[in-house]
């Protein structure tokens, strides 16, 4: 959605401050707050669209470093952790298919009415799922951590212990960033009339 680079930077690292802010929330914050992260790359897919190719990996990067910060400092081997296993690789899809439903929603460019917000509740749950099956589902078939045995009635379950945290978490941040994003649209829309409105006639 940002036009030129100078605000397509601006964005980016807006973002990636409040996801290193709250990603870090186990050390930081006692669980205060709830990591951004799965909303983060919704509203980069969305406001940054067209550039996945540099701010998608470096939010991948920097998503990375700031969970070996974290485990780092608790004493653990990063490689030890019970969050980490094959299956943590699978955040990269599990993050891009939110980052694709930012960007659908983008170029689907949603009003203020019931259409456009009908197409942001399928852009934000329809990638928001996917991003949760792909994490949940890799971590509890891959991961050392899930208990043997394993069968797919206790793969729903665990979905069903997780899924409204998650879902919680993520609607609410892409909500206050949507908003952000409308209110700043219309304050432009207003220094644009009121410029205009300075000009000889």
Known sequence: ??????????????????????????????????????????LAGFWLRGSARWAFPLLMVEAVLVDYVVISNQGVSFWDHYCVSAAYWFLVPSYFSLWLGGSWMARKQPGLNLRGLGTAALAVLGSWVACYVISNGSFYWLSNSVPQPRSMGAWFANMGDWYLFFLEATVLYIALGLVVHALAVQLSRTLGHASQSKLPH
């Open 1 to 42: 959605m940002a036009t030129t680079q100078n605000q397509r930077l601006g964005i980016f690292l807006a973002l990636a401050l409040v996801m290193a802010a709250t990603r870090v929330h186990l050390s930081l914050f006692h669980h205060d707050v709830w990591d951004a992260s799965w909303a983060i790359f919704f």
